[in-house]
């Protein structure tokens, strides 16, 4: 058994898992986060996007132990409980997800890219949920969405979430 | 008077106003904004234009999926819960010689395992009952599943398969639904023969047609199996209570024909049976029908505990129902100005190891074979075959895009022979006004070529020709 503790939406967890266990499978059965899904479990769907040290990669291709001591973010950190985040809200609005498999994955892509990237073009939202399939088509709609949470966040870029704010050292 | 009314009216508005915005602060962010919605009925005319269209609209359930609060059943469990894997045959026609299982049951974490000898009624499928749940002395197909696990994780179910020993005797195989027609080809349920459902539509004087025209074209087009790739693989939770009832969770999109399914396959009477038919991350027909579900409940009826199953990506794609390959070979007369006088057209369609949903397939893609298009000399022959390969079903269309992708091409051949504008040769063939489609039924709302005239005009259809 591996002892792991991450920081996960601000806060500290700790876990013994199989030294096999992949970071997926450690949010969804032990931390009981189901945002991130299992789709492939090979690294090419996307659908189990998740935010490690400000970086989006693919839970099911990484191992738990290799999340020891780092910040990550899940879908479930995202909204506070007196508001959405943006892109949340955009999403919504714009009616980007439909079946909803892949939106959490999609929706920690965007957060990667806006944090990196205030101002992207549409082109750089295609590339940044390159790696999230989403089998309905609503592509379309989701590079709006991304599109409009960006302008919504350079208008109160100083409003923070207070996860962003926790994060570690 | 009138003032205090005024005043009263105005108080109660404020107060109301109060309360909505205690109410809409008390909220979790998880309930939608009360969003302005017609109160008024609206029953539109024929054709008026109506203010949906063109309106924003948001689902209900979007932000429960922004926020990755939906639950689908991968993100469902159960005090108990077992999780359950199935062991696939990985040979596409084989005699099973024997299973041996005791390997599996020996490793610690095992709870349960289960052969298709243990299923009470061993066969469904909606239109024939051709599939086994879990092959019992004959594999049809390398998806076939042959045994199954029930383990206290995934993991060590996974672990457990590989322990399964089945021994296989070879036996002749089809792979080509050309090669299925033929007599001389091995049935692959014997002893039916390998054409399961077929379908002709003849219409006015296909000879005469033919006689008549101009010039003859022929053309064979052929589309490949597509798997739907739903994000959600295919997913199940089975509760057998101590009362002898059943409770499925389940992704199927058909929860009354599963029900009937599983009613039949267990031998249990429906109204032992609950389904479940929870949000699903996508089905696209690749839903319709039960797939694990009776083996989840055997298992769970063993063990007294829950048990889940979800398809691994890869078990999607071998044992769970595709799209149909389509042989299609074409052949129209016309005259010299591109005007259609006859067609008459073979279908073949791969249906794979089991029917499913090949009838309904079959029936669509043969009516609409021959196109928006007038035609009054029409053969349409259209054939399903078994083949040993993964089973086709429904999916997207049920066979048009197929039969589409065909008459299009053909109409493009033929434009281009005759060197005629392909949005001119189909101008004067599309449909119209009460037009009649292959089997008689009389069209009406028809604008064909009205669409196609603004389309073309649209995306500068004219300028990018010349």
């Known amino acids: ?169 | 008077m009138a003032d205090e009314t005024k005043l009263a009216g105005k108080q109660q508005e404020i107060a109301l106003d109060a309360v909505r915005r205690a109410d809409l602060e008390m909220r979790l962010p998880a309930v939608a904004p009360a969003a302005p919605y017609p109160i008024e009925a609206l029953v539109p005319e024929v054709r008026q234009q109506t203010p949906a269209v063109g309106q924003r609209a948001t689902r209900p359930d979007g932000r429960l999926h922004g926020l990755g609060q939906t639950r689908y059943i991968g993100d469902l469990s159960f005090p108990g819960m077992l999780h359950a894997r199935i062991k696939r045959a990985g040979v596409a026609s084989a005699r099973i010689v024997r299973i041996d299982t005791r390997a599996a049951e020996a490793v610690p974490g095992v709870m349960a395992v289960l052969t298709g000898r243990e299923i009470p009624v061993n066969s469904f499928g909606p239109s024939y009952q051709d599939q086994a749940v879990l092959a019992d002395g004959r594999v049809f197909h390398a998806g076939d599943g042959v045994a199954a696990v029930a383990a206290v994780t995934e993991q060590v179910a996974a672990e457990a398969l590989e322990l399964i020993r089945v021994e296989y005797e070879p036996l002749p195989a089809v792979f080509d639904p050309l090669e299925a027609l033929r007599e001389d080809t091995p049935k692959v349920h014997p002893p039916n023969g390998n054409v399961y459902a077929q379908k002709t539509i003849r219409k006015g004087d296909l000879k005469a047609g033919f006689a008549a025209a101009d010039r003859i074209f022929e053309g064979r087009y052929r589309t490949q199996m597509v798997e739907h790739v739903s994000l959600e693989p295919h997913a199940a939770i089975a509760e057998w209570d101590a009362n002898g009832r059943v409770t499925i969770w389940c992704t199927v999109g058909r929860i009354t024909l599963a029900r009937a399914d599983l009613s039949r396959t267990l031998k249990l009477p429906l109204n032992r049976i609950r389904m479940i038919g929870t949000i699903v991350g996508g089905n696209f027909g690749g839903k319709n029908e039960i797939t694990q579900e009776p083996v989840l409940a055997l298992l769970s009826k063993k063990m007294g505990r829950p048990v889940k199953g979800v398809f691994t990506r890869g078990e999607e794609f071998t044992a769970t129902t595709t799209r149909h390959p389509i042989i299609m070979d074409y052949q129209t007369g016309v005259t010299k100005d591109g005007r259609i006088l006859a067609r008459k057209v073979r279908l073949v369609l791969d249906g794979g190891a089991y029917c499913s949903w090949s009838e309904t397939t079959l029936g669509k893609a043969a009516i609409l074979a021959s196109g928006p298009y007038q035609i009054e000399n029409l053969q349409v022959e259209a054939y399903v075959v078994y083949t040993n390969k993964t089973m086709t079903g429904a999916m997207r269309g049920f066979g048009a895009p197929q039969v589409c992708f065909a008459y299009e091409s053909h109409m493009d051949d033929i434009a281009a022979a005759l060197g005629i504008d392909p949005l001119e040769i189909r101008l004067r063939n599309a449909f119209v006004e009460g037009s009649a489609s292959p089997t008689g039924q009389v069209l009406h709302s028809v604008v064909v070529k009205e669409s196609l005239l603004q389309a073309a005009a649209r995306f500068g259809w004219k300028e990018t020709r010349s």
């Open chain 1, 1 to 169: 058994m591996t002892d792991v503790t991450i920081r996960v939406n601000g806060e500290l967890r700790a876990a013994s898992v199989p030294p096999e266990t992949t970071l997926l499978t450690l949010l969804r059965e032990r931390f009981q986060l189901t945002g991130a899904k299992l789709g492939c479990d090979a690294g090419d769907c996307g659908a189990c996007t998740v935010i490690v040290d400000g970086k989006p990669v693919n839970a099911c291709l990484m191992l738990a132990a290799q999340a020891d001591g780092r910040d990550v973010l899940t879908i479930e950190g995202l909204a506070t409980r007196a508001a959405l985040h943006p892109l949340q809200r955009a999403f919504e609005e714009h009616a980007s997800l439909q079946c909803g498999f892949c939106g959490p994955g999609v929706i920690l892509s965007a957060k990667a890219l806006l944090d990196e990237n205030p101002d992207p073009t549409r082109h750089e939202i295609r590339d940044a949920i390159a790696g999230n399939l989403c089998r309905c088509t609503g592509y379309t709609k989701m590079i709006d969405a991304i599109e409009h949470a960006a302008r919504e966040l350079r208008k109160t870029a100083s409003d923070r979430l207070p996860v962003e704010r926790g994060g570690l050292p």
